[in-house]
């Protein structure tokens, strides 16, 4: 059976890293995966993470299951950072928030619930949108649509286009936006654009599915909530999926959550018994340390102020190689736009659509060892003080020419 088999084609986002990790060039430059560096250019663990981690050792008890859905404490925490406790959301008991493996496995459980008790409904994605969304959604088995987004022409939200577009949208239909930071655009909708979103969605009678991987990687913790808060304010029906992979750190913990708001909190208890069905017959229950972790954070306010910081610390570092990237291709006389190198700036999060085209990414990688995905889209956080005038002039090079 086996050996007839043809390998597959690797991860575009991924399998680029397995090839910058081949490259000897010691002056490679990994601007591919979406994982945040520091100034030099590592992944640490962040020291809340660290401080987490100790007093687990010190007081953890037992390596038991834990429930289907993962711990009450993790879920309380969780919910506590989507929701101000005065939202009715919570005060009503509508909202159910699940421990899931990562945001990915939080998106997965999403999509295996809909094809299991919503199975005419089709879940509507942005262009462009991760690339992950639509394998995930397509193994889960959910019919697929799309909705312009990005003006690519603009820099910005096509915000038009796309609120024509979801004039297609039946009763019942699930509609993807991400939180903050849209990957892999880097735009995000301005707070007037998420009433206009909501109002449409509520209008068309759609369950908005939130993608919200980079809570804090934008303009902080609660300004980037601005969606989640407007849609759970107009819409009576939510799905969140929450990673803590970049804002904690913790890639490798696979640690998220999936939140379910219903109209009723009965209803919701039934979305939650729904959903531990589905969560049972895939991975049974949760892996703990990750949630160990973060309720750990969050509900110590000495190292709930001392994560805060640290997230600070890594959205101001991008913002500030967003300016230098910007300030060395002006200094170069490179323009990344018809209006500029301006964007650069103003888009949000880890991401940005560089403009540079598949031409220029092939080029960088071979000539300059510097690894961009196919879109250009690149990832800001690997850029540091140290490699962004090698950067500037490699794009220089390669766009001259
Ligand atoms: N959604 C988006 C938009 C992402 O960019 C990512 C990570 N790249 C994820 C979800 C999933 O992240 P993870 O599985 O590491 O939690």
């Known amino acids: 059976m086996f050996e007839n088999v043809q390998p597959a084609p690797p991860d575009p986002i991924l399998g680029l890293t397995e090839a910058f990790k081949a490259d000897t060039n010691p002056d490679k430059i990994n601007l591919g995966v979406g994982v945040y560096k520091d100034a030099n250019g590592t992944t640490p663990v962040l020291e809340s993470v660290k401080a987490a981690e100790k007093t687990l050792l010190e007081t953890e008890k037992t390596k038991a299951y834990l429930p289907i859905d993962g711990s009450p404490a993790y879920s309380d925490a969780i919910k506590a950072l989507l929701f101000p406790a005065s939202s009715p959301v919570v005060a009503e008991g509508r909202a159910v928030t699940l421990h899931a493996p990562s945001g990915t496995g939080a998106l997965r459980v999403a999509g295996e619930y809909l094809a299991s008790n919503h199975p005419e409904s089709r879940i509507w994605m942005s262009t462009p949108t991760w690339p992950n969304h639509a394998p995930i959604f397509t193994a889960a088995g959910v019919a697929q649509e799309a909705y312009p987004y990005y003006d690519a022409q603009g820099q910005k939200l096509d915000i038009d286009a796309m609120l024509a577009a979801l004039d297609g949208v039946k009763a019942g239909d699930v509609v993807l936006l991400h939180g903050c930071c849209h990957n892999p655009s880097g735009v995000d909708p301005t707070p007037e654009q998420w009433v206009a979103i909501a109002d449409k969605l509520a209008e068309k009678k759609a369950v908005a599915l939130l993608d919200f991987a980079y809570q804090g990687f934008g303009s902080g913790i609660d300004e980037d909530s601005v969606g989640l808060h407007t849609l759970a304010e107009k819409l009576p029906e939510l799905i969140v999926c929450t990673s803590y992979s970049k804002n904690f750190s913790l890639y490798n913990e696979r640690i998220g959550a999936l939140t379910f708001v219903a109209p009723s909190a009965d209803a919701a208890k039934a979305v939650l018994s729904q959903v531990k069905t589905v969560i049972r017959r895939m991975y049974s229950n949760p892996p703990a340390h990750g949630a160990g972790i973060v309720t750990t954070i969050l509900n110590d306010a000495s190292l709930r102020a001392r994560w805060e910081v640290e997230l600070a610390a890594m959205r101001e570092r991008i913002q500030s190689m967003r300016s230098k990237l910007a ?75």
């Open 327 to 401: 300030t060395g291709l002006d200094q170069r006389s490179v323009q990344l736009s018809a209006t500029g190198n301006g964007f650069l700036t103003t888009q949000r999060g880890m991401f940005s659509f560089s403009g540079l085209n598949k031409d220029h990414v092939q080029k960088l990688r071979a000539e300059y060892a510097i690894y961009i995905v196919g879109s250009g889209r690149i990832n800001v956080a690997g850029i540091t003080d140290n490699n962004v005038d090698r950067l500037c002039d490699a794009i220089a090079a390669v766009t001259k020419n």
